[in-house]
């Protein structure tokens, strides 16, 4: 009697022991899923942020933008109704060459530069996004995997 109670205890030693190394795993792996989640998360945190500081830039600044070319295109037209004034025609002329340069200057034209920019920077998260999704999803196969 005292031989099958050490072997029992034993067994249950071992069981605990197995138990408990599966127990481990599972939460190691569980812990991953949720880093791995958080990683997404972050990067679309990112996105989000990006996102709103395009559509503030862009927002603001693309009114008067418009309105400066839209004035720039009446020049170009009124230039190209004068025609027949070659001196008409110069000084209009000039008048595109100054207002293009001032449009060049514009704090609202380096917006848009910025709204490149930040183009640039959404398209770059979208990879580093696609990347944390796919590390997540690896880490939810191995976990699924596991638990079967």
Known sequence: MGQTFVFLLAILGLLGY???????????????????FSGIDTQLSRR????????????????????QFEALTNLVEKANLQRGNQQAFLDTENQISRMWNQILNLPQLQSIRVFQDLNKQIAEIEEEIAAARRTYNDSVDRFNTYLV
């Not at 197995?18 to 791995?36: A, C, D, G």
């Not at 989000?48 to 309105?67: R, W």
């Open 48 to 67: 989000h942020g990006v996102i709103k500081k395009l559509v503030s830039s862009v927002d603001g600044e693309q009114k008067s933008i418009v309105s």
């Open 18 to 36: 197995f138990v408990s190394k599966i127990y481990n795993q599972i939460n190691r792996l569980n812990s991953r899923v949720e880093r791995n």
